[in-house]
């Protein structure tokens, strides 16, 4: 795994990584989160947690979301062009 390569001092190795933040992961279902905060932990990122059942319990549990307007992506950039 990829993770294993990572320094275990991940915090120390960059400012934007202060230990004065919080680190919450997301994803759609919840098991890429799961990975991922566990991973960030095992390279020494703390404090770190995810939303379980993803972004989709998150929302059927009445969280908070902010609607964004979508933007074109750079294939659709270019087809205009």
């Known amino acids: 795994m990829q993770h294993r390569l990572l320094h275990r001092?991940?915090?120390e190795q960059d400012p934007a990584l202060a230990e004065d933040k919080r680190f919450v992961f997301f994803?759609?279902?919840?098991?890429?989160?799961?990975?991922?905060?566990?991973?960030?932990q095992d390279v020494g990122l703390r404090p770190v947690a995810h939303i379980e059942g993803?972004?989709?319990?998150?929302r059927?549990?009445?969280?908070?979301?902010?609607?964004?307007?979508?933007?074109?992506?750079?294939?659709?950039?270019?087809?205009?062009?």
């Not at 994803?27 to 991922?36: I, N, P, T, V």
């Not at 993803?54 to 998150?58: I, K, M, P, V």
């Open 27 to 40: 994803c759609a279902g919840g098991m890429r989160s799961a990975l991922s905060a566990a991973t960030a």
């Open 54 to 58: 993803g972004f989709g319990a998150w």
């Open 9 to 11: 001092n991940v915090q």
């Open 60 to 81: 059927e549990a009445g969280g908070p979301v902010e609607k964004v307007e979508a933007r074109a992506s750079s294939h659709e950039n270019i087809a205009q062009s």
